[in-house]
Each structure stands twice: as C-alpha cells, then as structure tokens.
C-alpha cells in the first residue's frame, strides 16, 4: 500500500510537464518566506519579548489603557 | 494613546493592503476554475469524449500554474499579524484560531490529497474516482476560503464572544454564531461567487485568443459555452449576494455605507448615485467633505437597497459623526465618552484586581461591560473626527467601478454564449478582443471589491472595538517599510512567473496527441 502510494507520487512527480520550473519557484519561495522573511523579519512580538501569557495579556492591557 | 507614530500604522496598513491585495490575485481563479475543470470533467465522464478530457487537462495545467505559485502566500498575513498587529492578534484570542486551524486541516486533507489524485491519477485510477478528486479539490479550496473569511467577517461585525478582561482577549462564546452570522454567510458567498465571475472570465478570455489565432476552434468554443453559463448563473448569485452585502452594511457598518455612497445627510427615499465625479468642499471646514457633479441617480434605490423600504431614512455622515435622536443615532461624541469609560473600566478593574479590591472591580467590570460595543471610539475622544471616516473617494470609485465591471461581465457572458451557440463567434472579432481584453478587468473588479470592503471600514480593525492605532505593534516603522519593500519584489516576482508560466502554456494549447491515445486506449 505505501509502496504503490509512493510509486503513484514518484511517478507523478517524475511525468509532470511544467513541473520543473513551478517547483523550483515553489521551493524558493518556502525558503525566502520560512528561512529568512519569518527567523528574521517576522518574529512574533509578544512571543519574544514577554514569557508567559500573563506578561502578554498584562502588556497588552496597558498598551490598550495607556 | 497620546502618542501615535502614524508612519508606523500606515506603514503598516500599506503593508498589509499590498499582501492582501497580491494573495488575492491567486486566490479567485482557484476557487472558480476549479469548479470550471470539475464541470468540464463530468462532461467528459458523462459522454466519454476525449475532447472533453483533452479541454480539462488543458485548465487544470493552468489552475496547476496558479494554485502553486499562489499557494502559502496568505501565510504572509499571518506572519504580520504576529509582529505588526500583535496587540490586534492577542485581542482577537482565539477567535482567529479555530477557523483558521480548521482551514488548516481541511486544506490539507482535501486539497493536499485529493490534487495529488487530480494532476497524477489520469488513467491510474477509475474515471470515476479521478472526477470525485477533481469535486473534491474544488469544495476543499472553496471551503478552505470560508474559514478565511469567516475570520474576516468576524471583524466587520464581531459576533459569538465575550470580552475577557483578565487576559485582554476576546473569547469565543458560541462557534455557530461566528460561523453563521449574517455577514459571515453573505461574505463568503459573495466572495466566492465573484471568484467564480472571475473564472469564468478568464476561461472565456483565454479562449478567445485561440480563436483570435484560428486555433483549436472546437476546444475554444466548447470551453466559452462551459464558462458563460458559468458566469451567467454566478453573475446572478453575485447580484443576490452584493445585495445581502449592502443590507449587513447598512445595517452593522452605516459610515461604510454612507461613505460608499458619498451620503453627507441622511434621508428618506434616498436616490443612488450610478456616476458622479467628487470634488472636495473647501466651504465645509469641518469634515472632509465630498461634493457630488454630473451624477445620474436612480431615486429611492438606496433606500430600497439598504432597507428594501423606498421611504426608509438612509444616515449620512453627518447623522453618524453629530448623532439624530430622531433616528436612534449616537454621536461620535456621545460613543467616544461611552468608550473612553469603558478603556478607563478596564484599567481601573486590572488595578483593582491587582490590590484584591473586588468591590471596585466589581463595579469597573460592569462599567466596562456595558460601554463595550463603544471601546474603539474612546481613543477617539480628543481626535479629529476626520479619522473615524473612510476616504470616501476610494470607497466611492472602487464600488462604481466594480459594479459597473459586473454588469460588462455579464452581458459578455450571454453575448459570447448566444454567438458560440450559433457558431458565429469566431468572426466577431471585437467580442473576441473584447473578451480576451476583460481578464485584466475581472482581477481588477474583484480587487476593488476588498478595497471597498476594507478601507470603507477603517479605522477599524474590529468594527466598533479595536482601530488600527490601538491594534499594532510598538515596533520601527522603518522596519515595517523594508519588509514592505520585501514582499513587493518578491510578490511581483510571483506575479512575472506566474503570468510566464501561463502564457506559456496557453500558446502551447491543450495537448495535440491525447485524442489518438485516447481513441487508441478506447
């Protein structure tokens, strides 16, 4: 069963026409948008900068309230 | 909020209008031609013409060419609601979670599974299971989009959830209420119904071209015939929709309204303007107002329009920024006050809590409770009243341009198919140009449709609760603008290969050896 699904993509993959050019783009894109864009442009804000969800919500609070 | 960096926010805003605006060029052509392939492919079940098949292998290449570069790029807004929206991701809790872990899932599973069968399992596996994938990639994607904008909906008009005041989170309360409110519902059909005029556009436009060049003539019109009832049926449902759409606006985002209707004072029997040109009245010194020139109105129909009632009293801008008792209407003013209680509510009741004073929590807490529909306004209270209005004219030209596209698609829709039916199409040529020359159109019809959505409802990020300067981030706003930069070369870079890819394929035209091996095969 698993060696005909793999077959079924092996091949699938192997037979495709366009397939060359739009996985090489998507490939490139994954890695720009998870290896670079979001370790070094993205980091998410409350996450690396306060520890426990309580330090978050108090933040947030006062940034609401301020 | 004394001090606003409002580079940072329109930076910000900037940024995520253009992410918005480039992922939603991908999006529509696979929530429609996915349909469009999965009609085409029934018809080939159904009367066992390879022609058929050779016509669905053809646009399923193309929705291949898309669906792959414009997959994951809607990850990108997720990633800045993380670091520029921060204060907006914490506030919405889990709001956002559920459904988007549900699109998640059902992405995955639905489409992951089901294309890998659609594009590799021709003569691998039964005509009939290949047709069920191809179904079942086409309801996953369009399933996929309803989380999405059930999500969206949500913030037009926040619906099944309660304020959380010890976590500053908004919690959800009742998944049916978010999933099935009146916006929600109307939103998702009319989205994907405007996807699917897209579509239908598309197909009919790149069909032209083969018989502008006098090539593959039968696929050509086969495809036109397909894609123009398509657009035809959807066209009508769009119409449905966008009035269901008027109706939620009108009745949960009325500055929306007014603004898309450039309405300054409110009436009964009020006239809709189909043109007009603004002009911005240096006489009136308070609000940046818009006067209407050379406009044709039809009378009473925004009336109708908004409360299916000729006589019904449409407010204006005017109405909603000084308030009308008559009319059971708050000032801004009066909302501002009301908000302004309950943002000081809420810090008077995380003190309380902090010094173990629940007699004064107590009461902060029912403060902040009933000002609640108002919080957004309080940060509002010593601002320009300007800030609480959309740009009118962009609301107002983005919604007439659209509208006007619409009724361009649909009498392209009938003429095609009525010349297709009786085989005069590929002598007229201009229908032809005319045809091939509305792709662009569609792209730009269905992108102003999010302009009018979403720069009608600024300044909110949650309608009424949260505006964009509460919601984002204290970052640089030259950090913003960088990765504004960024995506842009990336996103156009997308869009090149994209429009690349595709033409390339559309000039090599569906395959030319299936029918042989079919009839050999068969």
Not at chain 2, 365 to 388: D, Q, S
Request: charged share 15%; net charge positive.
């Amino acid at each position: 069963m698993i060696k005909n699904i793999y077959k079924f993509y092996y091949q699938g993959f192997k037979n495709m026409t366009v397939g060359k050019k739009l996985w090489a783009i998507i490939v490139i894109k994954l890695i720009i948008m998870f290896l670079i864009l979001k370790v070094f442009f993205f980091p998410n804000f409350l996450k690396s900068n306060f520890k426990t969800d309580e330090d978050r919500g108090n933040y947030v609070i006062k940034q609401l309230t301020q | 909020m004394e001090h606003i960096d409002f580079s940072l926010v329109d930076w910000s805003r900037a940024q995520f209008a253009l992410t918005a605006l480039y992922h939603w060029l991908f999006v529509p052509l696979t929530l429609g031609l996915s349909f469009i392939i999965a009609f085409m492919e029934t018809q080939y079940v159904r009367t066992g013409n390879p022609e058929w098949k050779r016509i669905t292998k053809f646009w399923m290449t193309l929705f291949g060419v898309n669906f792959a570069i414009g997959v994951a790029t809607g990850i990108i807004l997720e990633f800045e609601f993380g670091t520029n929206w921060s204060n907006y991701s914490w506030f919405v809790g889990d709001i956002f979670g559920a459904p988007l872990a549900i699109e998640g899932i059902m992405a995955f599973f639905l489409e992951s599974t089901f294309i890998a069968v659609m594009f590799f399992g021709w003569n691998k596996v039964s005509k009939k299971f290949h047709l069920l994938s191809t179904w079942l990639v086409a309801i996953g994607s369009n399933l996929s989009a309803l989380w999405i904008l059930v999500a969206n909906a949500w913030m037009q008009y926040p619906a099944g959830m309660k304020f959380n005041p010890d976590t500053a989170r908004n919690e959800m309360v009742n998944f049916w209420d978010v999933l099935f409110s009146p916006v929600a519902l109307n939103k998702f059909f009319h989205t994907v119904t405007s996807s699917y005029v897209l579509s239908a556009v598309f197909v009919i436009g790149v069909s032209a071209w083969f018989l502008l060049k006098n090539k593959e003539q039968l696929f050509a019109k086969k495809s036109i015939i397909v894609a123009s009832i398509f657009g035809l049926v959807t066209s009508f449902l769009i119409i449905i929709t966008g009035d269901g759409s008027a109706k939620n606006m009108a009745k949960y985002q009325p500055m929306k309204f007014a603004a898309m209707e450039n309405l300054y004072t409110g009436r009964q029997n009020a006239p809709l303007a189909v043109i007009g040109l603004l002009q911005k009245d240096k006489t009136d010194t308070i609000l940046d107002k818009q006067n209407i020139s050379l406009k044709i109105e039809i009378p009473s129909l925004l009336s109708i329009m908004a409360f299916q009632d000729a006589n019904a009293y449409v407010p204006g801008i005017h109405d909603l920024v000084n308030g009308n008792a008559e009319h059971n209407i708050l000032s801004y003013k009066e909302r501002s006050d009301k908000g302004k209680i309950a943002i000081t509510s809420l810090a008077e009741y995380k003190n309380a809590k902090k010094t173990g004073n629940d007699s004064i929590a107590n009461a902060a807490l029912t403060k902040l409770n009933e000002n609640y529909p108002h919080f957004g306004y309080g940060y509002y209270a010593n601002r320009n009243v300007n800030e609480l209005i959309p740009n009118i004219p962009l609301t107002f030209y983005s919604f007439r341009i659209m509208v006007g596209l619409g009724f361009h698609f649909i009498a392209l829709f009938l003429v095609v198919w009525i010349l297709a039916k009786k085989d005069k199409l590929e002598k007229k040529r201009f229908i032809l140009y005319t045809a091939l020359w509305s792709i662009p159109l569609a792209y730009i019809a269905s992108e102003l449709g999010w302009v009018v959505t979403e720069v009608g409802r600024q300044p909110w990020v949650i309608q009424d609760i949260l505006p964009t300067i509460a919601a984002v981030s204290q970052i640089k706003s030259t950090s913003v603008q960088i990765t504004f930069w960024l995506f842009f070369v990336i996103f156009t870079g997308l869009l090149i290969a994209e429009i690349k890819i595709m033409l390339s394929q559309i000039k090599k035209g569906p395959e030319t050896e299936l029918i042989e091996n079919e009839i050999r095969i068969n």
